[in-house]
């Protein structure tokens, strides 16, 4: 399982196998074990820093609202 204090990047040498629990943040490319959700999948964000500088915090809670976002746990 990974630290989450220790971020991987999509960079480093990491196989992803097919059963890991993880996804990319679309800000940072950082292997994410939780965050946040933007439509279905579409776009993933792994803090409040990489969430907000794509959408504003009352943005957020537009799509929030409307079932187009969460946050999740993937373990």
């Known amino acids: 399982m990974m630290d989450r204090h220790q971020p ?7 196989e992803l196998e097919a059963d890991d629990n993880f996804r990319v943040c679309t800000c940072c490319r950082e292997l994410m074990p939780d965050g946040y959700v933007i439509d279905d999948g579409q776009e993933y964000f792994c803090s409040d820093d990489c969430l907000h500088s794509t959408y504003t915090h009352k943005e957020y809670l537009k799509m929030f609202y409307n079932n187009d976002a969460y946050w999740t746990q993937w373990y």
């Open 8 to 14: 991987l990047s999509v960079t480093d040498d990491y």
